[in-house]
């Protein structure tokens, strides 16, 4: 693969850290600068807040969310078993679906922050969402130096850093970025391991550990299994990697692991099944779900393409490009189609939030892209490549602010978005 003459390493620290203290900066919650008291009030212009929380605005997720936070406090952890049948009993009743307390993880770590630091219950769940996508963030940026030079890496952590929806879904309390943070894990750890060119278990155990995590936070974790299983089908001729025995008992022993702990969460497997079958059925049902999470194949390349269409374009100029050398761009380009044939022929259950698991491959690839591009220039191949970036960068952020600052934007539903950039009035 083409590559970007190297610089100092100290500089590239220094611009590393200079990326990684922006997107941080960009993620932290907007309640430590939107109230006179608070901590950052100081720098509350320069931090782009959502008018979604200047209207102090809570989404139908956000307070169920909250709810099961409260009720984990009240009772204690020994009594969620009843919380999950509390939930089938309402949710037996209702119409539509509701999101249920098996997605534990999240509301776990927010019942921990919760205690550890006496934040009301939706404020422990907001920064929660803001923690993990700032370790989503520095996850990329340590991919990135272990598969890539490490000026490179610099520029991939930048695209990350300024992602419209890393950005937005690290200012909500909800569980999409922070299933994000453990499927990029999960990803990271099967490129490592099958990289691996004897038994390593501290490869092979973390990897384990996060598709057991990943099951534990999000019924979503099929897809990413999916992926997995056409990742390691399609090895065998894109040839990216080694598929060793361990590997392959890893991959399903770690959602056994989880679906196990959910077993024990629920109360019983008949429990937990009930759950998930009240889960899906009721949810066709929802006259929002029928309204706003229908639509083609291709629905999730059109809303990609309202979010972040420079990103779209250019990873879409990276598959074209794209041959057996580039073992990296072929593995992630294999975890978003496998992911992707799955999640668009889900019945009334698309949304842009649960497709911010590729938002990091897909800037992999436009990275790849762009590094193609420059490469015949030359003399002037590195500044160019740095001013793309810089550019890539500063539209990613201007989008942004169009969707969620000037427009109130809470749900990724293509109406929503064609609204904020004004082509639907």
């Given at each position: 693969m083409?590559?970007?003459?190297s ?23 907007p ?7 608070a ?18 605005l ?35 009743k ?9 997605r534990?993880?999240?509301i ?17 769940l ?71 060119r ?11 550990a ?35 025995r ?17 077993v ?27 309204k706003?999470?229908d ?11 309202l ?14 490009r ?12 294999m ?53 793309a ?37």
């Amino acid at each position: 693969m083409p590559t970007i003459p190297s610089i100092s390493r100290r500089l590239i620290l220094v611009s590393l850290s200079a990326v990684l203290l922006i997107g941080i900066f960009l993620r932290l919650p907007p309640s430590l600068f939107t109230d006179g008291s608070a901590p950052l009030h100081w720098l509350n212009a320069l931090h782009p807040t959502p008018k979604w929380h200047h209207y102090r605005l809570i989404g139908v997720d956000e307070d169920l969310y909250r709810g099961y936070v409260e009720e984990v406090s009240a009772k204690g952890l020994t009594h969620y078993p009843d919380i999950v049948l509390g939930y089938i009993e309402k949710q037996v009743k209702l119409p539509g679906s509701i999101l249920p307390p098996v997605r534990f993880l999240y509301i776990f770590a927010a019942y921990v922050w919760h205690s550890m630091f006496g934040t009301e219950a939706l404020e422990a769940l907001r920064n929660v969402a803001s923690f993990f996508n700032i370790l989503m963030l520095g996850l990329a940026a340590l991919f990135a130096w272990r598969v890539r030079r490490s000026g490179e890496s610099v520029a991939l952590t930048a695209l990350v850093a300024f992602a419209p929806t890393q950005i937005h879904m690290s200012q909500h309390a909800l569980a999409d970025g922070f299933f994000a943070f453990w499927a990029l894990l999960t990803v990271w750890l099967l490129w490592e391991n099958l990289q691996s060119r004897g038994r390593n278990w501290a490869w092979l155990g973390g990897y384990t550990a996060s598709l057991a995590l990943l099951v534990l936070t999000k019924e979503n974790a099929f897809f990413v299994w999916i992926a997995i299983l056409v990742v390691l089908g399609a090895n065998r001729w894109l040839c990216y990697g080694t598929i060793s025995r361990e590997l392959l008992v890893a991959t399903a022993l770690g959602p056994l692991l989880g679906v196990v702990v959910l077993v024990f969460l629920a109360g019983g497997v008949d429990v937990l099944i009930g759950t998930y079958r009240l889960l899906v059925t009721k949810n066709i049902a929802l006259p929002y779900a029928i309204k706003t999470g229908d639509g083609p194949w291709y629905r999730y390349l059109v809303d990609l393409l309202l979010v972040s269409p420079v990103i779209l374009i250019l990873s879409f100029g990276a598959v074209v490009r794209i041959d057996r050398t580039k073992r990296l761009e072929l593995f992630l380009l294999m975890f978003v189609l496998g992911s992707y044939l799955v999640m668009c022929n889900v019945k009334y259950g698309m949304n842009l939030r649960y497709a911010n698991m590729w938002d990091v491959p897909l800037r992999f690839l436009a990275l790849s892209m762009i590094i193609s591009l420059v490469e015949p220039l030359q003399k002037w191949r590195r500044a160019v490549f740095i001013g793309a970036i810089v550019l890539i960068c500063a539209l990613e952020l201007r989008q942004y602010i169009i969707l969620f600052v000037d427009f109130p934007l809470y749900e990724l539903v293509t109406e929503g978005l064609l609204r904020a950039l004004h082509i639907l009035k």
